[in-house]
């Protein structure tokens, strides 16, 4: 077995002998077949075609062989319709009399057909119109469509695809893949003549090249711009099959033949790179041709669903520190990865006028030096001698600092020398003092920094400069909330900070965090903390704990001092906590807040976990950071940069607000009448209630209350981010059914609550607020949904109608219905530490439809009064928070209570 072979787990193809294809394909005779009788024909053939695919792909034959086999198939079917419906065309119009030419093209063309490709057919004449090979082409593409197959089809005369082919670039891409199928062969010929005359012209080429190059581009902005998206698509994506396809494009572009070995043989990539590129071409259309399998459907995304099925079939199973899933896919970046590597360097060379495509337009512009070892060559940065790394090894890090300072990629050549000496980084070199203080010093300018990293990172010298980084290269953290790869995340993190340092429109939108960047005295040690906060990942569970362990043994190789090294340590180990208090906990609660500010003991670790936690979320998804958490997020921030700094005990913090809020309300009542409903106003709100709120929303709130009729619910609503949340507040009388039936009334309109909480008051009403958007990710105003909510909740609350029949006449919704991945356990947690007046509850399960619905009406059936809800949902997954008391207002601390409560939740939850 070839050695390349092994570099692909549990890829083991075999190949199949062209004598033997004949074998696999069907016979088929259509010649006297007319109507039901010849679409019979033609389907029973396609079943055994089918089957006999099916059959060699469970067989693990070569994927390559099995795509020639399934185009030979085709050409059997497509040649027969051709010769049945050709002898209907009038006499002297035979094909045989070289009248027209049926060809393949495109990815039928070059014969690479999966179980539910496209068709590409070109029905190609002289210059002699006819209706007839119109009505030709039509009969074939009637049975194919009945067939169920799609068709790409056109009806050209030669001067048309000529004119087409200079106009339409997608037109000439088409027909750099053809094939004679049937008809004239003199007719194909010219055609194939006409293209190669304008391969000939240099400044068509250029122009043809650059059109590859923006179309690459504009499919990657839609199907995503990096491998390292967790649901891929195998064919368009970065990495994909279209990727190998372009580099078989640009080598025939440039008149050189036989694919990735013609590219060895004319010196543009070596034998290892011609043999990875073949590899990796069939083991993505044997990953295609499993999706169409799996889907029974021209599917090329590579869902959680699918990766589950195929990662399980080729044997990947799970161990104590990875899913059998998470190694696949680990697999899979792996081969894509490099896929995207080789199509940017040779677009570099090709580009850059080297070997046969010298002279064709592409003007370079003068080298500009950098130093006595690197120059700026076409915009990159690339070696003066090709022995300067085995010269001066301190150079693999020299020109990566020169990325750093310019911001200008490294030239293909450059990142080829790299990856030939990175053996060089060896012990001696990671200990050196020298390079480890210009690391430092890289680390502690946020300039170009995320770039500088995915420079290093492309072409391995991050891995070998910090060896821990390796075992999370292509991780995958397999849920639907995480979109990117675990080592692509953590510099995605770093790369943030770079852009809120340097991008004005970042420090606009982000003042809070950004001032907390400049605060920061030492840089390299939040650089440190986001590209390592991840580290242990991979090493089992508790990877907080785990990578707090492996990160101060990096930065203690480093040279650190131990107090750096504490400092990196805490910010892995805590990583997760700003995010799990600002989301999931009462940030009123002053008890969680002291406690918090007692555990990060200073504003220099405030600051840095901070900004961390900020870049962490904002690169997790382009979904995950939204305002709502940011102003959360911010919310901890301030509160808990209040106990550090002014050292106040728990008590007078409360204290002195409730008294600072209550005066300047009272300060701005004008009217004595009105003073005296707003101090028993204010007596008869909870603490909590005064501490949430500004001045202005109190005051508001007042002046609406004092107005308001108890025959109707209170209802106010307004939009807190625009067009995508909305904050909804009721005000009514309490009662345990005021919550089921508020997330029920919710549940009918398909309306999404984030969070939920409630202000109890002493006459006996209860101020619910809470902040929702509709099914779409949009505020109410938008969705169009404020005025129904309203009148729903006031139909409900006056018993004109019920929850049950709002949902048993809620419109069919898609809303909630998610896929399933990964493995979540179901599971219900009590806390009665983190907060001083209320047992926590904590729910982690999958998301369904109506679940807060069936989740709040239980605990209201356990007994439970719920004061605060904080709702988490990622991707699936969801977490959410119950701040609950007992009938009497107190913590519930029976142990045979709390169990109670545990069990019928998760008897709901599996429900």
């Not at 059998?324 to 580009?351: D, P, R, S």
């Not at 943030?496 to 340092?501: A, D, F």
């Not at 009105?674 to 109190?698: C, G, M, N, T, W």
Request: include cysteine; aromatic fraction near 10%; charged fraction near 25%.
């Amino acid at each position: 077995m070839p050695w390349h072979i092994k570099q692909i787990p549990h890829f083991n193809p075999v190949p199949i002998a062209k004598e033997n294809y004949e074998q696999s394909v069907p016979c088929l005779d259509l010649k006297h077949k007319t109507g039901d009788g010849l679409l019979t024909e033609a389907r029973e053939y396609l079943v055994l075609c089918n089957q006999n695919i099916e059959t060699l792909i469970g067989e693990h034959r070569e994927p390559l062989d099995v795509h020639r086999i399934r185009s030979v198939m085709i050409d059997r079917l497509v040649t027969a319709l051709f010769g049945r419906y050709q002898a209907d065309l009038p006499q002297g119009e035979q094909a045989g009399e070289d009248v027209c030419a049926l060809v393949a093209t495109g990815g039928y063309g070059r014969e690479e057909m999966s179980l539910l490709s496209d068709i590409d057919l070109l029905l190609v004449y002289n210059n002699k119109p006819d209706d007839s090979l119109s009505s030709l082409m039509k009969k074939i593409l009637y049975v194919l469509w009945d067939l169920k197959f799609d068709i790409g089809h056109a009806i050209r005369t030669l001067k048309d695809c000529e004119m087409m082919m200079l106009k339409e670039h997608t037109v000439m891409t088409s027909l750099l893949d053809l094939r004679l199928i049937a008809g004239s062969r003199r007719v194909f010929n010219e055609l194939v003549e006409i293209r190669d005359r304008l391969l000939s012209d240099h400044v068509f080429i250029r122009r043809l090249i650059q059109s590859k190059i923006n179309e690459r581009e504009f499919r990657l902005d839609k199907y995503g711009g990096s491998v390292y998206l967790l649901e891929p698509h195998i064919k368009e994506g970065e990495g994909g099959l279209r990727d190998l396809q372009m580099i078989r494009w640009l080598a025939r572009i440039i008149d050189i033949r036989g694919g990735f070995y013609g590219l060895e043989t004319a010196g543009y990539i070596n034998d290892v790179t011609a043999m990875s590129l073949t590899l990796a071409l069939s083991y993505l259309l044997n990953l295609r041709n499993r999706l169409h399998l799996l889907t029974r459907a021209k599917n090329d995304q590579l869902s959680f669903n699918a990766q589950i099925s195929i990662a399980r079939d080729d044997g990947f199973t799970d161990d104590n520190i990875s899913l059998g899933v998470e190694k696949f896919m680990q697999n899979y970046y792996a081969i894509a990865t490099q896929n995207n590597i080789n199509v940017k360097n040779l677009v570099q060379k090709i580009l850059s006028g080297q070997k046969s495509f010298s002279g064709c337009g592409f003007a370079a512009v003068s080298p500009r030096m950098l130093d006595e070892d690197f120059k700026v060559l076409d915009g990159k940065i690339a070696v003066i001698d090709d022995e300067v790394f085995h010269k001066k090894p301190h150079a693999l890090l020299a020109i990566f600092e020169h990325v750093q300072k310019t911001g200008q990629d490294l030239h293909f050549h450059a990142c080829e020398l790299v990856a030939q000496n990175i053996f060089r980084v060896d012990d001696s070199f990671r200990r050196d003092p020298v390079i480890c203080d210009r690391f430092k010093k890289m680390l502690a300018s946020y300039e170009n920094l995320g770039k500088t990293m995915f420079a290093m990172h492309e072409v391995h010298f991050f891995d070998a400069l910090i060896p821990a980084f390796q075992k999370i290269r292509n991780r995958v953290h397999y849920d639907a909330y995480h979109v990117y790869t675990v080592d692509t995340h953590s510099i995605f993190a770093l790369n943030e900070i770079s852009r809120l340092y340097s991008d004005p429109l970042y420090e606009q939108k982000f003042p809070s965090f950004k001032k907390a960047l400049l605060d920061i005295k030492q840089p390299d040690l939040l650089s440190l903390g986001l590209l390592l906060h991840d580290i242990g990942k991979g090493e089992g569970r508790d990877h907080s704990i785990i990578g707090a362990k492996i990160a101060r043994e990096i930065v203690k190789g480093l040279g650190y001092a131990e107090d750096a090294c504490e400092l990196v340590e805490f910010q892995v180990l805590s990583h997760l906590t700003m995010p799990h208090l600002s989301q999931r906990r009462d940030l009123e609660d002053y008890h969680m807040v002291k406690e918090f500010a007692k555990a990060v003991k200073s504003m220099r670790r405030l600051n840095l976990l901070y900004v961390l936690t900020w870049a962490d979320i904002r690169a997790v998804s382009p979904e995950a950071w939204t305002e709502w958490k940011g102003n959360l997020l911010e919310k901890l921030y301030q509160r808990t940069r209040d106990v550090i700094v002014r050292q106040e005990k728990y008590e007078d913090v409360v204290q002195r607000r409730l008294i600072d809020i209550k005066k300047a309300v009272m300060e701005r009542s004008t009217d004595s009448a009105e003073a005296d409903q707003l101090y028993d106003f204010l007596k008869s709100i909870a603490p909590r209630y005064v501490l949430a709120h500004s001045f202005e929303e109190i005051n508001q709130h007042f002046k609406m209350l004092m107005n308001h009729n108890d025959d109707n619910l209170f209802f106010l609503h307004k939009e807190i981010a625009r067009d995508v949340i909305s904050e909804v507040v009721i005000y009514t009388w309490l009662n345990p059914r005021v919550f089921p039936l508020v997330t029920g009334v919710m549940l009918s309109l398909d309306i999404n609550i984030l969070s939920m909480e409630n202000f109890t008051f002493t006459d006996g009403h209860v101020f619910i607020k809470m902040k929702v958007q509709s099914r779409d990710k949009h505020s109410l105003i938008k969705a169009g949904l404020v005025e129904t909510l309203k009148k729903n909740l006031n139909d409900v609350f006056m018993g004109r109608t019920t929850v049950s029949t709002l949902l048993a006449n809620r419109r069919s919704s898609l809303f909630l219905r998610k896929k399933v991945v990964g493995k979540i356990q179901t599971r219900v947690n009590t806390d009665n530490d983190v907060s001083g007046y209320y047992t926590v509850i904590d729910v982690f399960t999958y998301d369904r439809i109506g679940l807060l619905y069936d989740m709040v009406t239980c605990l209201v059936e356990q007994g439970c009064y719920l004061d605060v809800s904080k709702i988490s949902t990622n991707g699936d997954q969801v977490i959410d928070s119950f701040y609950v008391k007992d009938i009497f207002g107190q913590k519930i601390k029976s142990k045979e209570k709390l169990d109670d409560i545990k069990k019928a939740l998760l008897s709901v939850l599996d429900a």
